[in-house]
Every structure is written in structure tokens, then in C-alpha cells.
């Protein structure tokens, strides 16, 4: 196995600090297992940003895809909301170690991200043919999946640690957007089951399928809190209101969704979304930011 890159291993400390060095000692120990195991061999992995992905190529010369994650509640949250969704609209798990954080995965040729459609209407629509597919009532027995009550409770932790406001987020818009959640939270709605990361680049050219979902975080809540992530990715440089407000209506006509719940879970998901961003340098993703206010404005019309 060649070394990893350096910038996906600064990502892993980052992220997962002490145990991120104790994981990538094994590294090569766990490739070596998992080639034996599954009788596969791992090849160059794809563009790496949180997870070690790659594709690997079985004895009979059919491919796979392996993912190996730092094990935690994340990923027994992805592996619940792939075993839940059972391959509509998703990719499908051909088996997977919960205990070491290995995932095989059915490999999706040609693999090209929803990204590559240059026609906002066509990649909108194709979103919410994969979303149609995906969604499906909330289980009713526990499991390691996430609410987005749990959302609110990140927000308010934040709100609470920054009295002052953080990054280019002020304290008044940061309790707007916790008082936001609050409200959300609070209205019943049949809850469903989300993939809770659903942008362009988690959604894949397939065969099986024209296109299928990738990398579920896993979430239970509303369907519009689903869409806000796509509304958030991919956005021109500038004014950005246009393109949210159409994808936002293919959404509504195509899912039949509340366009005012959207733009309620649009302005409270961009606040933590943006506050996920800000960095120590004081940096921080300004389309996410400028996103409060394109969901906040079209609120307020
Ligand atoms: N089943 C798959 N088939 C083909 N390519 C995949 C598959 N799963 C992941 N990939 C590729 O690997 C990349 C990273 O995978 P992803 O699960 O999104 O990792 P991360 O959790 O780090 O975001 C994807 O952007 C995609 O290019
Ligand atoms: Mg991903």
C-alpha cells in the first residue's frame, strides 16, 4: 500500500485526534486483513477527504468498493441508515465489520458524481428521483441513528459556548436559528428516515440504477431538512438566491414538500452548517453563510 496522502492524514488527526495516529499505525495491518478476509485486492483509493475509500477487485474480477472508517457513533449510524435502506436508491452493503470500521461496498460504475450535470433543472430532478426512491418511515425500535433533535441539541451546545456569536454568525442569529429548531422540532410530522448528507457529490452515476445515493450520516426527522444540504452545495459564486429558490421549487413540485418548512430548516441547518466552518484563522464557508440569508429573506416574502 503507497502512503497516504498528507492532507487526508492532517484531516484524520483533526477530526479524530489521539485515535486517528493509533488507526493509521494499523493501517497497513488492516488492509493486509481485509485483503485475506475478503479475498480482494485494494486498489489506488479514489480522491480521499474523511475516509479511507477505494476500489478493490474480488478473485472472480468482479469489483467492490471498501470503505474503512475510524469506528464510532457516525459510522454505526451510516451502516443502520445503509442496512434501513436496503439498497433503494442507495448503494448496497455486501458486508461489513462494525467492530474495525470496514465496509464493502457494491462498487457503482461509472461512479461520476451528480456534479458533472451542468443543467440545474436535470440535476434537481434526478436528486429528487434518488430522494423518492430513498426515504421511508422512521423505524419505530432504537437504533444509532440521530434526530434532528439531536441537531438542535449541536446548536444550542455552540450557542451556549459562543455568547458572543462565532465567526461571522452573531449571538441574534444564532438563537434565532436554535428558537428555529426548537419550533421545528416541536411540530409533530410523521417522521421519516433521512440520508442526512444528500449533496451532488453523494450521489452517483449507477447501472443498477441511472443514479444512486452514497455515504448516508443517517438522520431522523423531516423530509425538508433532507433537501437543505443539496441547496447548499454547488452554488455560483455571488447571489446565490436564484438558483436555491429554483431547486427549492423542483423540490416542492417534484417530493410534494412544504416550501415553508424548507425555508425554516434551510435558515436553522445553514447557521450550524456555517458554524461547522469557522475556523480558527477566523475563515469560515461563506456560500453556507450567505445561505442564511437567502433562506431568511425568502422567509420573511
Ligand atoms: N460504492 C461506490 N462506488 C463507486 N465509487 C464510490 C463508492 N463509494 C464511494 N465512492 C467514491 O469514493 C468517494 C468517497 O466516498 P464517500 O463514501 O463519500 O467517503 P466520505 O465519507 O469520506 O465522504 C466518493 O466521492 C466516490 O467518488
Ligand atoms: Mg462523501
Known amino acids: ?42 486498489m489506488t483509493p479514489f480522491d480521499l477527504s474523511f475516509n479511507f475509500v477505494a476500489p478493490a477487485i474480488r478473485k472472480d474480477g468482479t469489483e467492490v468498493v471498501i470503505k474503512l472508517v475510524i469506528p464510532g457513533d457516525e459510522f454505526e449510524s451510516e451502516v443502520d441508515a445503509l442496512t434501513l435502506f436496503n439498497g433503494n436508491g442507495i448503494v448496497k452493503i455486501i458486508d461489513v465489520d462494525i467492530a474495525r470500521g470496514i465496509l464493502i461496498l457494491e462498487r457503482l460504475i461509472p461512479g461520476k458524481t451528480l456534479a458533472s450535470l451542468e443543467n440545474e433543472e436535470e440535476a434537481a430532478q434526478t436528486a429528487s428521483q434518488v430522494m423518492k426512491k430513498l426515504w421511508i418511515h422512521a423505524p419505530t425500535h432504537s437504533t444509532n441513528i440521530p434526530t434532528t433533535k439531536h441537531m438542535e441539541k449541536k446548536l444550542l451546545n455552540i450557542s451556549k459556548r459562543n455568547t458572543e456569536g ?35 457529490y453523494n450521489i452517483l452515476m449507477a447501472a443498477r440504477e441511472p443514479w444512486l445515493a452514497i455515504d448516508p450520516k443517517g438522520l431522523i426527522g423531516d423530509r425538508e431538512y433532507d433537501v437543505i444540504q443539496y441547496l447548499l452545495n454547488k452554488l455560483p459564486n455571488g447571489d446565490s438566491t436564484h438558483v436555491i429558490e429554483k431547486r427549492i421549487d423542483i423540490f416542492v413540485k417534484e417530493l410534494n414538500l412544504d ?9 436553522a441547518h445553514s447557521v450550524l452548517a456555517t458554524c461547522w466552518t469557522v475556523q480558527e484563522d477566523g475563515s469560515y464557508s461563506e456560500p453556507f453563510f450567505d445561505a442564511i440569508h437567502v433562506f431568511r429573506s425568502l422567509k420573511q416574502r
Open 1 to 42: 500500500m503507497s502512503s497516504l496522502p498528507k492532507q487526508f492524514v492532517q484531516t484524520l488527526r483533526d477530526v479524530h485526534k489521539d485515535k486517528a495516529d493509533e488507526w493509521l499505525r494499523d493501517f497497513d495491518k488492516l488492509i493486509n486483513d481485509c485483503e485475506k478476509r475478503w479475498q480482494i485486492k485494494i
Open 166 to 200: 462565532l465567526g461571522p454568525i452573531t449571538k441574534e442569529i444564532l438563537q434565532e436559528a436554535v428558537n428555529t429548531y426548537i419550533t421545528m422540532n416541536a411540530m409533530p410530522d410523521k417522521p421519516y428516515l433521512l440520508h442526512g448528507d444528500l449533496h451532488h
Open 259 to 267: 416550501k415553508k418548512r424548507m425555508l425554516s430548516w434551510g435558515f
